[in-house]
């Protein structure tokens, strides 16, 4: 589902529910790297402007702390979060990232560099996934930033997106590559990602 809100500067689009790959990274010409959302939310992929989106998470994303050390990066056990879940949830964003429009062979190690230089917003804010009952973190600011993530190309990957205060997030991402021709760092430039997450 997606809903227009409007802004004095321009219209956001307001991504409520659905697919959503909020990192939608593009190799668009030799030595060259974009950074996008990728929305699915309305059935057909549409490539979209981060500045232009805004991610909602609703009172419906709350979740009580699980007890146990390994969670408390959500907060106090028995609190609550809100996470946008690794599964597909009916009325809840489906979020993820995409490196599959980068073909094989242009960058060393087939891989590119997922940075989450810095965020600002009442909480904090964390990426991570869960299995067999235990999470593990791949982007926490809790523990301090920025974190780094190595991601291969052509990899589509869900995780849950957790969030321990209701308010306005701005989480600020890059992506680098080394270039397999040259050694050469090519960057996304630093983009800027709205979470609104609600009470």
Known sequence: MVVTAGSPAYAATTL???HVDVLDVDYTSPGTLALNVGDGTGGTLVERNP???IFQVPAAAKITVPAGSAWSFLGTA???AWVLPQGNTSGLLWAGWNTAEIPSGVFQANSVTFRLNSFTGPGHVSVYTV???T???L???RDGLPDTRTVAYNAHTHANWGFTAAGTYTVNFEVTGKLL???ATVTTGVKAFTFT???
Do not use: K, Y
């Open 181 to 183: 021709t040259t050694g």
């Open 139 to 141: 982007f926490d600011s």
């Open 131 to 133: 299995a067999s009952g």
């Open 197 to 199: 997450v609600l009470p």
């Open 78 to 80: 028995g609190g609550t």
């Open 135 to 137: 999470p593990t973190r």
């Open 51 to 53: 500045a232009d989106v």
């Open 16 to 18: 409520t529910s659905g």
